[in-house]
Structures are given as C-alpha cells and as structure tokens.
C-alpha cells in the first residue's frame, strides 16, 4: 500500500507528497484508539521505490503529532491498551519481527513512568519480513508494520493470503489501479486514497466469505436481513 495527506494550508494551498498524505492516513490507521479497533491498519505493504520516503515521513508525522499519556487529559493523542493481553501481544509480535530483521524506527517496547504498564507508545517497524506475526496476525495495538512489495499484484496476493477480509486500502496515483486492487482483493470494504479506519454506519459493512472476518453485513438495510431470520406463516 503506498499512500500520499491531507491539504495543508499556508499562504497558498499546497498539495503533499504522496508518501506524506499516506503517512497522514496510517497515522489514523494504525493509531486510532491505540490500535484497537476491527477496522485498524494492521500491515502497510509499501512499494520498495517510496518506501524510505514513507517511512520517513510516517516517523516524523508521528513524532509530531501522537502524544502517549494520560486518556483524560486532552493532550494525549494515544492512550494505554485495554488489558495485559492486549500488551503482551504487542511484546510478542514487536519481538518477533525484530528477531526476523526488522528495524525498530519508533516505539518498540512498553514504556516505563506510566500508572499501569499498559502504556505502549507507537511504534513503527521498517523491512518486516511478510511472514513474521506483525504482518499475518492482527497485532490490536499501536503498531505499523512496514513490508516492502514490488508490485501490485504482490500487493494483492499478500492481502489474499491473509485469513483476514474485512477492510483493506490502497494509496495511488493511478485509479486504474486502485480499481483493480478493490476488485481482486478479497475483503468485504476497499477505501481508495483513504484509511483504513474510515467507514460509515449506512455503508454495507463486513468481511469477505472465505476469510475469518465473520460473514453478512451490517449498515443500511443490511441488518434486518443478517440479524433477523425470515419465516413464511401460510393460513389455509
């Protein structure tokens, strides 16, 4: 996935970078609510030719705007994680990728001074191997797991061969593209130039059949037909 950010306005409007619309994206993809949430970005396959500009940028947008702390306090970007399991998995999975050769750019370890040891500040892996846990599990936390791909049919193979189908997205120039990525990959909801954390409650919302992400859909009129069961009474 190579993503392009919002418009920043100056003396005139000027349009980002791609790489620093995308990293604006996987801020709120992988960081909203500490990770934790269905629809979060929990692998970013990066085209190799942006991926040290992407990486880069993301590094710098999230020193610059995601602030580990106190929930109640309204400075705070990033609160701690719901339980122990939650963190541990992140332990695990950090440790993993690590251990395959990643390269820690942020975060990376539970951080100390806190009031509960819950407090995983955001984290950001560079060169994540496609098969270490980061990038085939879903990690729940604050992590951005950074695998280079060289094309956009890896790209697409790679989100097929994941037991997940729920939400996926893709940042490119080029719409062709985008439309066949919505087409061939195999989840229930594709955002195009947008993060993975954007949908909407009237829009069909599900996983794909053959995937783990659950089967039917909700939003619209979607839910009588998923949550009800339809029964024919015939008097005589």
Known sequence: MTQPGPLKVFATILRPSPATFAAHAAIVGCFLCAGQSCTAGERLLVHRSVRQE???????????????????????????????????????????????????????????????????????????????????????GPIAPVVEIDSLELAIALTNASPYGLLAAIFTRDLQKGLRYADEARTGLVNINETTNYWENHLPFGGRAGTLSGVGRVGGRYPMETLTELQTVVIG
């Open 54 to 140: 992407f990486v880069a940028r993301l590094a710098e947008c999230t020193a610059q705007q995601v602030k580990l702390g106190d929930p109640f306090d309204d400075a705070t970007t990033l609160g701690p994680l719901n339980n122990d399991g939650v963190a541990a998995k992140m332990d695990e999975h950090v440790g993993d990728a690590a251990a395959r050769g990643a390269t820690i750019v942020s975060g990376g370890a539970r951080e100390n001074g806190q009031p509960t040891n819950l407090y995983w500040p955001a984290t950001i892996l560079d060169q994540v191997p496609a098969d270490a846990l980061a990038a085939t599990e879903e990690t729940f």
